[in-house]
Every structure is written in structure tokens, then in C-alpha cells.
Nanobody, 121 residues
Framework: QVQLVESGGGLVQAGGSLRLSCAAS????????MGWYRQAPGNERELVAT???????NYADSVKGRFTISRDNAKNTVYLQMNSLKPEDTAVYYC???????????????WGQGTQVTVSS
């Protein structure tokens, strides 16, 4: 059984910072991609930042220069450092990972439960 456990959300004033964490646990053989998406009320879920195969990163244009994704491979954990937060960053942030589990032959996508980030003006 696989779990993606997120933490670090909360309420912050515009211009402030938050750091999100997502730890993957279970019988994980390999991680192909891992990162963050967000969904604001009335909007579709969108990519924020992710590591993709080979270790490169992909960021949404709206967060470039403000957000930084990092990871600890030994802990199967990714982090999202969010600086210069804006009210439009308010959303539920979801961790996503493409995992190959022990005994399986294909990577599958998994989602965390989400963590609320609220930025007040």
C-alpha cells in the first residue's frame, strides 16, 4: 500500500513564505516523477512544479522565480519552497508521484490527500 503524506500548508499573508513536504511510503521500487499540483475553487487542477524522469524540473510559468522544488531521494520526499506568495496562489496543493511498486511491471500515478494553502491580501 502506498501513501503520499503532505504537510506544511496554512495561512500566510501576501509576500510570505511556506514550505510544503510530501513523503511517499510503501513498497516503492522506483520513482519516475514526483511533484506538486494545485486546485483552486472552480478551477481545474494544474501543475505547479515537478521532477520528471532524469531529474529535471518543470515549473508553471506563474510560479517561476518564486517557488523551488527540491527532493531527498533517500527519504522519497519532495519539498516545495514557496516565496513571495500571492493571493492567487491560494489553493489545495496536491502531491503526485509516478511509482513502480515492488512486484509490479508498470509505473502508476498516485495522489496525496491535499493540503490547503491560503494567502491573504
Amino acid at each position: 500500500q502506498v501513501q503520499l503524506v503532505e504537510s506544511g500548508g496554512g495561512l500566510v499573508q501576501a509576500g510570505g513564505s511556506l514550505r510544503l513536504s510530501c513523503a511517499a511510503s510503501g513498497s516503492i521500487f522506483s520513482i519516475n516523477a514526483m511533484g506538486w499540483y494545485r486546485q483552486a475553487p472552480g478551477n481545474e487542477r494544474e501543475l505547479v512544479a515537478t521532477f520528471i524522469s532524469g531529474g529535471s524540473t518543470n515549473y508553471a510559468d506563474s510560479v517561476k522565480g518564486r517557488f523551488t522544488i527540491s527532493r531527498d531521494n533517500a527519504k522519497n520526499t519532495v519539498y516545495l519552497q514557496m516565496n513571495s506568495l500571492k493571493p492567487e496562489d491560494t489553493a489545495v496543493y496536491y502531491c503526485n508521484a509516478r511509482l513502480l511498486l515492488a512486484g509490479q511491471s508498470n509505473f502508476r500515478g498516485y495522489w496525496g490527500q491535499g493540503t490547503q494553502v491560503t494567502v491573504s491580501s
